[in-house]
């Protein structure tokens, strides 16, 4: 799907027309028709106005385009690199950023960049430090002190890449609108604190996802497992492609279709035979835990 098949279809999707989406932009009616037909591309700044009218990441909705922000060449950016020879555990601490992405590199090494179109100071205000240990890295992303939290989670965009071989467990923690991984296989993936969207995309693996707020996360092409491990939260889980084996454990957790009904499913033991065969058939299981939270799955096949 085109940018402009994703942006006609999101307008439609909120019931507003041309001319309102225009207003809220302030551009013309005709720039919004031209950005729908393809005859025309919004510039930076009305990218990132519509990513977030939308509540949609730059990345997805750009996925097919050609543009700068799809091949991560922001007007701002700072780069960190570390050479890894063996395996490691990594966590990596951001605190706020609007974006998070994590896909891998065939480099030896991890590259953290922190990327924006808004930030011009970016290389002076937002440092990483890197701790390295036997077995176990730990990664900080230190903001100095006039750098708010509403600017981070506006503009600062995170870009994780990763040697596949040399990683045993990524943990990251963070405040972000979204999280993006994509083009990776990894045995484990844990995120912790607060998050708006996830973005699985030609990966595999085991996703944590210790979110203890309403999300919404959308799967293509992704085999593994996600854990949603959360407390009195209505999530969705949006199927683009694969199928999918849900288990619910934990208490007072239930699934529903996209019409909200209840899906009627036997509470799971943690290791039954029947999750283990199942695993097997399945490209991936989308598995509620927790306390007291509902899932809708929506198939958009």
């Not at 919004?32 to 700044?45: H, I, L, Q, S, Y």
């Not at 604190?193 to 707020?213: M, P, Q, R, W, Y």
């Not at 694969?242 to 007072?252: D, H, Q, V």
Request: with cysteine; charged share 30%.
């Amino acid at each position: 799907m085109t940018f402009g098949e994703k942006l006609k279809e999101l307008r439609q999707w909120k019931k507003i027309s041309q001319e309102q989406l225009a207003e809220k932009l302030y551009v013309s009616r005709q720039a919004v028709t031209k950005w729908e037909n393809g005859t025309g591309m919004p510039d930076v700044e009305n990218l990132i106005a519509i990513a977030a009218l939308f509540n949609e990441s730059l990345d997805n909705l750009l996925s097919n385009e050609k543009t700068i922000l799809t091949k991560h060449e922001f007007l701002y950016e700072s780069k960190t690199e570390y050479d890894l020879d063996e395996e490691k555990r990594i966590d990596i601490k951001i605190g706020c950023a609007h974006e998070v992405v994590v896909q891998k590199t065939e480099k030896e090494k991890i590259q953290i960049m922190l990327a924006s179109n808004k930030l011009s100071q970016i290389m002076q205000d937002v440092k990483v430090k890197i701790r390295e240990g036997s077995r176990r890295m730990d990664v900080f992303v230190n903001r100095n002190k006039d750098f708010s939290d509403m600017q981070a989670r506006d503009f600062l965009v995170v870009l994780i890449k990763i040697p596949e071989r040399f990683v045993a467990h990524l943990e990251i923690s963070a405040v972000t609108e979204n999280l993006v991984v994509r083009d990776i296989q990894l045995d484990n993936l844990e995120f912790c604190g607060k998050l708006k969207n996830g973005f699985f995309t030609n990966a595999s693996g085991h996703i944590e996802l210790d979110v203890f707020c309403d999300i919404n996360v959308e799967v293509d092409r992704f085999k593994g497992k996600i854990d949603f491990n959360q407390l009195y939260s209505a999530s969705v889980l949006k199927i683009k492609s694969g199928s999918c084996y849900l288990r619910r454990i934990g208490t007072k957790n239930r699934f529903v279709d996209s019409n909200g009904t209840l899906i009627e499913l036997r509470k799971s033991r943690k290791n039954d035979s029947e999750y283990l065969q199942k695993s097997k058939e399945f490209d991936f299981i989308a598995e509620i835990a927790g306390l007291a939270s509902e899932l809708k799955v929506i198939n958009a096949e």
